[in-house]
């Protein structure tokens, strides 16, 4: 599916459509540049699932979790990989640990060593038009 937006709220306002397909377990791949709109897409999908929680990008955390309120999904999982410098590093993660049947994980950069090393479910690309539009594709890969 491709979208265009024209402002932050109506990214987050994709993103709350886009959480009607989600179930549980779901790891979507976030891909764009620098200020393209991944953590917004994160924060829309935080609302959505009825969290007012604070979503802040995970560029020097790495990751931040979100409790939510949806009926299956109990968390959402924001990681950014851009601070990465090989994919080695992904184990510190503990992302089988992590990454659950009642989660939902947002991946930023998650192709920052070539090819993925994830099995992603969903893969959203976010493109710059101008300073304030957006072009949104969502891929779904299951």
């Not at 791949?29 to 802040?56: C, H, M, N, P, Q």
Request: with cysteine; net charge negative.
């Amino acid at each position: 599916m491709n979208y265009t937006s024209k402002s932050e709220q109506q990214t987050k306002d994709i993103a709350k459509d886009f959480v009607k397909t989600l179930k549980g377990g779901e790891v979507i791949e976030l891909i764009g540049d620098l200020g393209a709109g991944k953590t917004v897409f994160v924060r829309g999908i935080v609302e959505a699932f009825g969290s007012d929680a604070r979503v802040k990008s995970p560029t020097f955390t790495i990751m931040n979790e979100y409790p939510v309120r949806g009926e299956k999904v109990k968390k959402i999982v924001h990681i950014d990989l851009y601070r990465f410098n090989n994919a080695s590093q992904l184990s510190a993660l503990e992302l089988d640990e992590v990454i659950t049947d009642d989660s939902v994980a947002c991946i930023e950069w998650p192709d920052i060593f070539g090819e993925s090393p994830f099995f992603p479910t969903h893969r959203i690309e976010i493109n710059h038009v101008d300073e304030e539009i957006r072009e949104i594709e969502i891929e779904n890969l299951s």
